[in-house]
Nanobody, 116 residues
Framework: QVQLVESGGGLVQPGGSLRLSCTAS????????LTWYRQAPGKQRELVAA???????NYADSVKGRFTISRDNAKATVYLQMNSLNPEDTAVYYC??????????WGQGTQVTVSS
């Protein structure tokens, strides 16, 4: 069983930055697409950013130009650099590892709150 552990969440003022990290208990990253999702209270979980094994990236329109996803396969870690945060970014952020035909893994989530 693989565990994904997120960290880096917290309280930040509007306009501020945070960097989220997600580390796997063993190195599965080389063949998995890694995705950050978020879920705000009363809303559905939504894709924020994804990065494939070949490092192709995809972003939700709402975060383009502000968030950057990256991966370090040697450290079995995926990052989400979040800049110019606004209150609409407040949510629990989840890390996901997926690959067609292989088990799908989720982290436990980390809370991000943007408030003055």
């Amino acid at each position: 069983q693989v565990q994904l552990v997120e960290s880096g969440g917290g309280l930040v003022q509007p306009g501020g930055s945070l960097r989220l990290s997600c580390t796997a208990s063993r190195n599965i990253f080389t063949v998995y697409t890694l995705t950050w999702y978020r879920q705000a209270p009363g809303k559905q979980r939504e894709l924020v950013a994804a990065i494939t094994p070949s490092r192709r990236t995809n972003y939700a329109d709402s975060v383009k130009g502000r968030f950057t996803i990256s991966r370090d396969n040697a450290k079995a870690t995926v990052y989400l650099q979040m800049n110019s945060l606004n209150p609409e970014d407040t949510a629990v952020y989840y890390c996901n590892a997926s690959n067609a035909g292989l088990p799908n893994f989720w982290g436990q989530g980390t809370q991000v709150t943007v408030s003055s």
